[in-house]
């Protein structure tokens, strides 16, 4: 089945560091997501991204759906303690809205 | 305010028994999903359904069976509860116009 490759599996930076992390396919999608996993909780969509090229932000994060229509980065800006958690990027296919998802990004902040 | 709730929160069982998690949600929406997050393996498809009396299997099925006998709710039932089932598990819901919205998820031990 359809595979996301999502980079990296986990970082640990300072606060206020941007941060950048991407999903790469072998599969076209036609709309890619950008979800945020607090503990004990379940994903919470950040950004939905529609068209090939598109740039997208929402306050200090920015996604943007590639070109190809194969991959996409999340970069959240001036990181806070608040933004630890796990990224999920997630590929929605032409029929339906079933999506499939990376393995998630982990992020720790350190203040 | 719409939301996606899911019960129970946490519950442990033995082997051999039958479990049934619930999901109800009240957004309108088509289409619902299920699934499961472990270590490793981020957030696999167990079952999804795109409307009442449809449902599919998803990569992780075998073991589950879900129905669908109205918009609202899409009960996840374990026949025979395996050790390997141990997980958390999350119900999502969306449809053509919305990306997928998540519950809080269901933590499950199986002894």
């Known amino acids: 089945g359809q595979q996301l490759n999502q980079s990296p599996q986990s970082m640990f930076i300072q606060e206020g560091e941007d941060v950048s992390m991407n999903c790469t396919s072998s599969?076209?999608?036609?709309?890619w997501l950008w979800y945020k996993q607090d503990p004990g909780e379940g994903p919470v969509l950040l950004i939905a991204?529609?068209?090939?090229?598109e740039l997208t932000s929402n306050g200090r994060l920015t996604a943007q759906f590639g070109i190809t229509r194969k991959d996409s980065f999340l970069n959240i800006s001036a990181s806070i303690p608040s933004d630890v958690g796990i990224y999920f990027c997630?590929?929605?296919?032409?029929?339906?809205?079933?999506?499939?998802f990376g393995a998630g990004t982990i992020l720790r902040v350190k203040s | 305010d719409a939301e996606i709730t899911q019960s129970p929160r946490h519950k442990i069982t033995e082997t051999g028994r039958q479990v049934t998690l619930a999901c109800h949600q009240t957004?309108?929406?088509?289409?619902m999903f299920w699934y499961r997050q472990d270590l490793g393996h981020g957030l696999r498809l167990i079952h999804y359904?795109?409307?009442?009396?449809?449902?599919n299997k998803g990569e992780v099925s075998d073991g589950y069976s879900v129905s669908r006998s109205n918009t609202e709710d899409l009960p996840l039932t374990l026949e025979s509860a395996a050790s390997s089932q141990t997980s958390v598990y999350f119900c999502?819901?969306?449809?053509?116009?919305?990306?997928?919205?998540f519950g809080d998820g269901t933590r499950l031990s199986i002894l």
């Open positions: 999502a819901s969306g449809n053509s116009n919305q990306p997928q919205h």
């Open positions: 599969s076209i999608f036609n709309t």
């Open positions: 991204l529609y068209k090939a090229g």
């Open positions: 997630a590929g929605q296919l032409s029929n339906g809205n079933k999506l499939v």
């Open positions: 957004w309108n929406h088509n289409n």
């Open positions: 359904s795109y409307g009442v009396q449809d449902t």
